[in-house]
């Protein structure tokens, strides 16, 4: 049988796993790359256009970016509602579930102390966690 605080740490890395999986599913990083480096170009050649006087090309290119922005800000926003839905879950249950637990940190942290609450716990766990699923599924 598991400890609590050893659950928490489990359910924190599945937790990460399934929300670096949904923006994997939910989004095309490959179209959110092509996106970013569309903006940095117009970006650009509007920054040249305007440095050159010719406000009326500076405008086409704003309002292209704006479109790129736009959907980029499409894409991003089904994963982020997808998350919120199993964060709330989860933070629900965890809060529930977890609240006396006590993880005792090797040192102490400014604010926070060396006794970390199933919160803090969860909160680093899920850090690194995430950063590690995104790097391997590719999704940054």
Not at 39 to 68: H, I, P, T, V, W
Not at 110 to 136: A, C, V
């Amino acid at each position: 049988m598991l400890l609590l605080y050893q659950e928490v740490f489990i359910w924190s890395v599945s937790l990460a796993f399934i929300t670096a999986f949904l923006y994997r599913v939910l989004t095309n990083p490959n179209e959110i790359r092509a996106l970013k480096k569309s903006m940095e170009e117009l970006r650009s050649r509007m920054s040249q256009a305007q440095k050159s006087g010719n406000d009326a090309e500076a405008k086409k290119y704003m309002d292209e970016m704006l479109k790129a922005q736009q959907s980029q800000f499409r894409q991003n926003m089904k994963h982020m509602f997808a998350s919120f839905i199993v964060f709330a879950l989860f933070l629900y249950v965890f809060s529930t579930q977890y609240h006396d637990i006590t993880v005792l940190s090797p040192f102490t942290l400014p604010f926070i102390g060396s006794n970390l609450g199933w919160f803090w716990w969860y909160f680093f766990i899920i850090l690194g966690s995430n950063l590690l699923f995104r790097k391997l599924l590719a999704v940054d």
